[in-house]
């Protein structure tokens, strides 16, 4: 099964395996096209990454936040088995590293490694360092 970028909204998929969530598209009731965007991932079975550009909106929609609690729950071994991280794009280095401190606590959350870096080019490099790894003959 190909994925078809035409197909998608909530996630910019044209370089998969590096997916970038779009920030315009969170706003209220987006909460079930991101459940189905997530699981036609995850049905790849191929790993991926995906990057949270900086510039997202402060505050979600109560119905769609409870939705995705409840989703991430129910199916974060599923997602861990796949998505190799969760990368955030912080250009300010106070918020950054506050972000740091909390990535341990939320990946166990999300059941994914969580990772904030400072700029479009760090999340590519983490994730190719990801996709790596993973390539890499285990010993």
């Not at 969760?86 to 300010?92: C, G």
């Not at 606590?105 to 994730?127: C, H, M, W, Y």
């Amino acid at each position: 099964m190909m994925l078809d970028p035409i197909t998608f909204s909530i996630y910019d998929i044209q370089q998969f395996p590096i997916v970038t969530m779009r920030n315009d598209a969170i706003r209220p009731g987006y909460a079930q096209q991101w459940e189905a965007e997530l699981e036609r991932l995850i049905d790849q079975q191929q790993p991926f990454v995906i990057i949270f550009p900086s510039g997202r909106p402060e505050t979600e929609d109560h119905e769609d936040r409870k939705w995705r609690i409840l989703w991430f729950k129910a199916n974060k071994q599923r997602l861990g088995g796949v998505c190799r991280a969760l990368i955030s794009i912080e250009p300010d280095a106070s918020e950054r590293e506050a972000a740091r401190a909390r990535e341990v606590d939320l990946s166990k959350v999300f059941g994914v490694p969580l990772r904030t870096v400072e700029n479009s080019d760090d999340a590519i490099q983490v994730a190719q360092q990801l996709f790596a790894h993973d390539a890499a003959p285990s010993e």
